[in-house]
């Protein structure tokens, strides 16, 4: 995963969807009430997220894994510290407004203790923003192996709708999980989906979406 090969991706890229699918997240955190101050993109990659959210008025920062991601973010003028979310996170308890965890937690092999650093950063009141794999999206039969999630060997597991929830308590959050089908970004594993992207939208479904959004605040403690 540190190589320059693992981000030789269509992911890694600012393609047009992708950059209305950034705008798209920073919409649901604003939409929660956030207003711009601090936030911590984890698994900040090359820092395309990052970058957008500077352009719209946020303080932001970023965790990443990889010494060659935070190389190239970091030459692009942006704020990363280099660590694992597995492990403490180099930033103070309650310093920033909202954390985002975009196709970070299929990565994890123990979500919990991100999840709870999460809430250790996070303000009272700050918004936790998380995106990760549906076990149960349609593409997993319609597609096989070629799902997206076989194709990045450093995913560990999807989750169920009652899993994340059971994660995210499990770690102190409250909020809401939806399944989405984001088409902004269709096809950056399965190049034959691109036609998708004319849909330009990412739809909210019952159950069978690519992927699980989660917005969560943390719960007040007694």
Same mark, same amino acid.
């Given at each position: 995963m540190d190589s320059a090969d693992y981000f030789a991706r269509e992911y890694f890229t600012l393609h047009p969807g992708k950059a209305r699918y950034l705008d798209y997240l920073i919409d649901q955190l604003e939409r929660a009430g956030v207003h711009p101050g601090r936030v $911590?993109?984890? %698994?900040s990659g090359y820092g395309l997220l990052l970058a957008r959210l500077r352009e719209r008025g946020w303080q932001a920062s970023g965790l990443e894994l990889s010494a060659h991601a935070c190389e190239v973010a970091r030459a692009s003028g942006l704020a990363v510290e280099? %660590?694992? =979310? /597995? =492990?403490?996170?180099p930033f103070p308890t309650g310093g920033f407004r909202a954390v985002v965890m975009n196709d970070v937690l299929e990565h994890l092999t123990n979500p919990g203790l991100a999840l709870g650093e999460a809430r250790r950063v996070l303000e009272p009141q700050g918004v936790l923003l998380l995106v990760t794999t549906n076990r149960w999206s349609l593409a997993r039969p319609l597609l096989g192996r070629r799902w997206a999630f076989y194709q990045d060997p450093t995913h560990v597991r999807p989750f169920t709708t009652l899993e994340l929830r059971h994660e $995210? /308590?499990?770690a102190g959050f409250d909020g809401r999980v939806t399944a989405i089908f984001n088409f902004f970004t269709a096809g950056e594993s399965a190049p034959r989906l691109k036609p998708l992207r004319r849909l330009g939208t990412v739809l909210s479904v019952p159950w069978i979406g690519e992927s699980l959004l989660a917005v969560a605040r943390p719960m007040a403690t007694r």
């Open positions: $911590l993109d984890v %698994g280099c %660590g694992s =979310a /597995e =492990a403490t996170w $995210l /308590e499990g």
